[in-house]
């Protein structure tokens, strides 16, 4: 079982609807989870993190974390064509003292007009 | 307010020869981690390093090696290149107390 888990997509959905991306993890200790987009070629970018239990919301972006299922989510608004890349889930469990991030493989997001 | 920089951003090598990466933090962070992405893959942790010191280490045999220095500034080396080292290496800096990591640009390496 791979550590943390994404589809890899590709995700289509039309202008202007919601994408929904969804992640798994086995580590029962994680204690912090990341979104990081990525565009083809580029680095990723930190664009959503939530540590607790529930939903985080910042602007078109809602993070959803559910400890208890080992379950966390992005949901982005109102989708436009530039939100289409890749959307890595990171996952990081603080042991070993470091906070080293353990990574899913992504998933595409393209977002059609 | 500077993001965290790596240099170079492309470099071209051959097998068996060795390899030295840079990254400067982004300003006020004092710990960097090293991640190797290969194509179609999530970033894979290879170490961090807080106050000079290798603070935690993945699943990386010992020919990656790394260095920060007093600045916070860290170097990468990768001895023996293997064609499977061919991949965009990426630094990310962050606070101690913090979880957080924002990444650099990346140095795309290709192994020939």
């Known amino acids: 079982q791979k550590e943390v888990e994404q589809n890899s997509g590709p995700l289509s959905v039309p202008e202007g609807a919601i994408a929904s991306l969804n992640c798994t993890y086995s580590d029962r200790g994680s204690q912090s989870f990341f979104w990081y987009r990525q565009y083809s070629g580029k680095s990723p970018e930190l664009i959503m993190f939530i540590y607790s239990n529930g939903d985080k919301e910042d602007g078109r972006f809602t993070a959803q974390l559910n400890k208890a299922s080992q379950y966390v989510s992005l949901l982005i608004r109102d989708s436009q064509p530039s939100d289409s890349a890749t959307y890595l889930c990171a996952v990081n469990g603080l042991t070993g003292g470091g906070n080293k991030l353990t990574f899913g493989t992504g998933t595409q997001l393209k977002v059609e007009l | 307010d500077a993001g965290v920089t790596q240099s170079p951003t492309h470099l071209i090598k051959t097998r068996g020869q060795q390899v030295t990466l840079r990254c400067s933090p982004k300003s006020g962070h004092d710990t960097v981690s090293w991640y190797q992405q290969a194509l179609g893959q999530g970033p894979q942790f290879i170490f961090q390093y807080y106050e000079e010191e290798e603070r935690q280490r993945g699943n990386f045999p010992d020919r990656f090696s790394g260095h920060q220095f007093p600045n916070y500034s860290s170097e990468l080396n990768v001895n023996a290149l293997l064609l499977g080292d061919s991949a965009l290496y990426l630094c990310?800096?962050?606070?101690?107390?913090?979880?957080?990591?924002?990444f650099g640009p990346g140095t795309r390496l290709t192994v020939l």
């Open positions: 990310a800096s962050s606070l101690p107390e913090y979880n957080e990591q924002f």
